[in-house]
């Protein structure tokens, strides 16, 4: 799994598998989360975020599950494909000034 | 609709050299960022603009950094000098609703300094 700011993670699955990344988060007081995939050479893309007042929130095929008891966040991709192959953000805010990226997983889909 | 754009894509100077970047939000996004993406690492907030105002710029290392927002629109992030340890892709996003929102990232600068 992923921390905020330490080394970088990867992943390996296979194409049509479902695919979970983690991300453990340090501030107590973030309330706002938010998942980003990055490719080569782009800049970050949206895939989905969640309040903390929330458990779960699901997008088309990703779900992101909230743990604030035991800080933690996940990341999950169903029927993964070629084209999720990329570095995996996840990243935490306690507020509308301050937003903490962690290093990233790196996601490689087989085919 | 126009994403984020930023120029240059590359840019190599030698330590101690003064380099700009340039950014073009999406229209009508009131809110704008730059990070610093060192390689292997995930974006580092550097500042945040609302309209032309900094909203804040407490990760900016001010001493070498700067940066502006004339007329609440396009952006530069200006070194100088700068260290080897600026080497890094230099990211510019934009959003509706500040920072806890969806933001657009453009493709960075990727900047070497040697």
């Known amino acids: 799994g992923e921390s905020v700011g330490l080394h970088l993670p990867t992943l390996s699955v296979q194409e049509g598998d479902n695919s979970i990344i983690n991300c453990a988060y340090s501030n107590s007081a973030s309330d706002y989360f938010i998942w980003y995939k990055q490719e080569s050479g782009k800049g970050p893309q949206f895939i989905i975020d969640i309040r903390s007042n929330m458990d779960k929130r699901q997008g088309q095929r990703v779900t992101v599950l909230l743990n604030k008891t035991v800080k933690h966040l996940s990341l999950q991709i169903a029927a993964t494909q070629p084209g999720d192959s990329a570095v995996y953000f996840c990243a935490e805010s306690p507020d509308n000034n301050d937003m903490r990226f962690g290093a990233g997983t790196r996601l490689t889909v087989k085919p | 609709e126009a994403g984020v754009a930023q120029s240059p894509r590359y840019k190599i100077i030698e330590k101690r050299q003064s380099v700009a970047f340039w950014c073009n939000p999406i229209s009508g996004h009131a809110t704008l960022y730059w990070y610093q993406q060192i390689l292997g690492q995930g974006p580092k907030l550097l500042i945040q603009f609302q309209n032309n105002g900094v909203v804040d710029d407490s990760q900016l290392p001010k001493d070498r950094f700067s940066a502006e927002r004339l007329k609440g629109v396009d952006s530069t992030l200006k070194i100088q000098p700068a260290k080897l340890e600026d080497s890094a892709v230099y990211l510019c996003?934009?959003?509706?609703?500040?920072?806890?929102?969806?933001?657009?990232f453009g493709p960075g600068t990727r900047l070497t300094v040697l």
């Open positions: 996003a934009s959003s509706l609703r500040g920072l806890q929102s969806e933001q657009f």
